[in-house]
């Protein structure tokens, strides 16, 4: 295999792991916002219809190149899930500031992604300057309504962060 169709390959894989892990993210906080919080459940309930949404838009991308998908989709939904309850314990700013701080960095790396597709398969180009405003849109949602100082947020933060990019570093490599 080329490297091109090696890299897309991989970006594919990437993009379409981490799909399926934020769908659990976001099933996860709606599990514990129905009881909960429930006045938040409008804004969960639209983002994870999105990202059911790229999980199936680039699943189909990788149908039609004959490419490989991550290990077992199913785990990522799950550590997603378990992800999603745990933040959630720690209440709506909690949920906030992790899905600001994840969508920012989804958007951030589908840039990247852009920049490479742009020169290399503009079909999937196009599909990820799309998904990339859905994207944009929920980190504006989430950074509109978090509060980011004092201990918590910031654990939050570190820890949003670490995971977003181990999930990026698996997603890479089974
Ligand atoms: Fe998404
Ligand atoms: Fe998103």
């Not at 899930?81 to 960095?105: C, D, H, P, Q, R």
């Not at 929920?138 to 309504?145: D, K, T």
Request: aromatic share 10%; net charge neutral; hydrophobic share 45%.
């Amino acid at each position: 295999m080329s490297y091109k169709a090696e890299e897309i390959e991989r970006q594919l894989r990437i993009i379409h792991a981490c799909e399926k892990g934020a769908t659990g993210v976001y099933y996860g906080h709606r599990a514990l916002a129905k009881v909960f919080f429930p006045r938040i459940i409008p804004d969960l309930d639209e983002m994870h219809a999105h990202e059911s949404e790229h999980f199936e838009i680039f699943g189909a991308l990788i149908n039609s190149r004959g490419s490989r998908k991550a290990t077992l989709p199913i785990m990522w939904c799950a550590g997603g899930i378990v992800y999603g309850l745990f933040i959630a314990l720690f209440g709506v700013n909690s949920i906030w500031v992790s899905t600001a701080t994840i969508e920012k960095i989804v958007s951030t790396e589908l840039n990247l992604a852009a920049k490479f597709f742009k020169e290399n398969d503009n079909v999937i180009y196009s599909a990820v300057q799309k998904i990339k405003l859905d994207e944009e849109h929920h980190h504006e949602i989430a950074s509109s309504r978090a509060i980011f100082t004092g201990i918590l947020p910031n654990l939050i933060q570190i820890s949003s962060t670490k995971l977003s990019y181990l999930a990026k570093y698996l997603a890479a490599r089974v």
